[in-house]
């Protein structure tokens, strides 16, 4: 399965599976097993050292998704950025991260940088002059997250890409958002693709798990950290993701459609007052999302218009459901005010353009009409009782 040509449906089914040699099933083999006898003094297989039977399986099918040469899998998405990351600084150096950026990773930056003597950078904006203007003499890495959270801005992933090269720096993606089935980001130019597997990659809403590809020699440097860390994932999980990715294509797939149809319909919506999705024309980078994404996601944002609720607009809602996570195939809602942004000020909020109204919507694969329907009466009941107190 490492044919080239080998398109994104075959890869999710078949890329890196097992044998079962002894009975021919269908799936591979779930190897529990955390002993096992030497085949020879340069394999010695352990799960700390990522090289169990079902966690090479999946590594191989994460990295022909991505079109990587190999793959990390790891406990959570923030086990494999925070080996990643440490993997390539040391004390003294420098790296730079684009401004919006996931909350934990975030965190990370901010609460445990300083005592390894790592400094850091936050770009003012996604642009590429941007990253270029933090470059300093120690830099050593550029972090770039594309489409971002919450507002789904959009990053020039090449030129960004060129950039790093030119000033010798390792490029880190956190791919998530998009997943390998919209992006691509190793084709793009970027040394390391990062993934929260709990998101797409799992998709049911039922696995917490994480991965990095790259080349052999990036990804051996992780691996070297990665060991000693040791935020190795439990085979059956891994087992279970493997099973999961089967259907990201088709997942994904049906939540672009989705997300596609909800961000034409509510931008429409008397009620709503902005959309923020790459794939509406309306969006500022729409250009640069169809030059660099194969699909524009199950992500969007959306502002209620001044006024309504956003609290009680989620109360309403019976068939999406207020929730942290996001990129199940139930569709999910969350308020950045209430929840990834509540720990900033007002003022904080407001600069970032996270306004009180705003809510962050991952589509699902549920019928398009139902979605609609769930929107437009709980639209309906939060203007009625916003009127009401007027
Ligand atoms: C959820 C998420 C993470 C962290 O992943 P965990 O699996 O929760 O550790 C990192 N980046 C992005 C963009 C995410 O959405």
């Not at 401004?99 to 003012?124: H, P, R, W």
């Not at 000693?228 to 439990?234: C, E, F, K, P």
């Amino acid at each position: 399965m490492k044919d080239k040509k080998t398109a994104l449906n075959t890869l999710c089914v078949h890329a890196g599976e097992l044998e079962d040699k002894q009975f021919k099933g269908a799936i591979s083999p779930l190897y529990m097993s955390t002993s096992y006898a030497f085949e020879d003094v340069d394999v010695k297989r352990y799960p700390r050292n990522f090289n169990t039977p079902n966690q090479e399986a999946l590594s191989r099918q994460i990295a022909a998704l991505e079109h990587g040469e190999k793959a990390l899998v790891f406990g959570s998405g923030m086990a494999a950025i925070s080996t990643a990351l440490m993997a390539f600084l040391h004390h003294g150096d420098h790296v730079v991260f684009q401004k919006a950026l996931y909350g934990g990773t975030f965190n990370l930056v901010m609460e445990e940088f300083d005592k390894f003597g790592i400094t850091y950078s936050f770009t003012q904006g996604p642009a590429p002059e941007d990253f270029e203007a933090c470059i300093r003499e120690n830099t050593k890495v550029l972090f770039l997250e594309t489409p971002s959270n919450p507002l789904l801005t959009i990053t020039d992933v090449e030129a960004v890409a060129g950039i790093a090269r030119k000033h010798g720096l390792i490029s880190m993606l956190d791919n998530t958002f998009a997943s390998p089935v919209n992006q691509n980001p190793i084709v793009l130019g970027i040394d390391i693709v990062i993934h929260s597997a709990t998101k797409y990659l799992g998709g049911h809403s039922d696995i917490l798990a994480g991965a990095v590809v790259g080349s052999d020699a990036h990804i051996d440097k992780i691996f070297q950290l990665g060991k000693n860390l040791g935020g190795n994932l439990s085979d059956f999980t891994v087992w279970l993701l493997e099973r999961s990715i089967k259907t990201l294509g088709l997942r994904v797939k049906a939540q672009n459609r989705n997300a596609k149809k909800l961000a034409r319909f509510l931008e429409k919506h008397p009620d709503v007052s902005a959309v923020y999705y790459p794939g509406l024309k309306s969006h500022p980078d729409y250009a640069l999302a169809r030059k660099q994404m194969k699909g524009f996601g199950g992500m969007l944002s959306f502002e209620l218009r001044e006024g309504l609720d956003a609290r009680l607009f989620m109360k309403e809602l019976r068939l999406i459901k207020p929730s942290m996570s996001l990129a199940g195939v139930e569709s999910t809602i969350s308020s950045p005010m209430l929840t990834s942004h509540a720990l900033l000020s007002e003022e904080d909020r407001k600069v970032q353009g996270i306004s009180d109204e705003l809510l962050r919507f991952s589509v699902g694969i549920e019928d398009k009409k139902d979605l609609v329907n769930d929107i437009t009466r709980a639209l309906d009941k939060v203007a009625a009782r916003c009127a009401d107190k007027v």
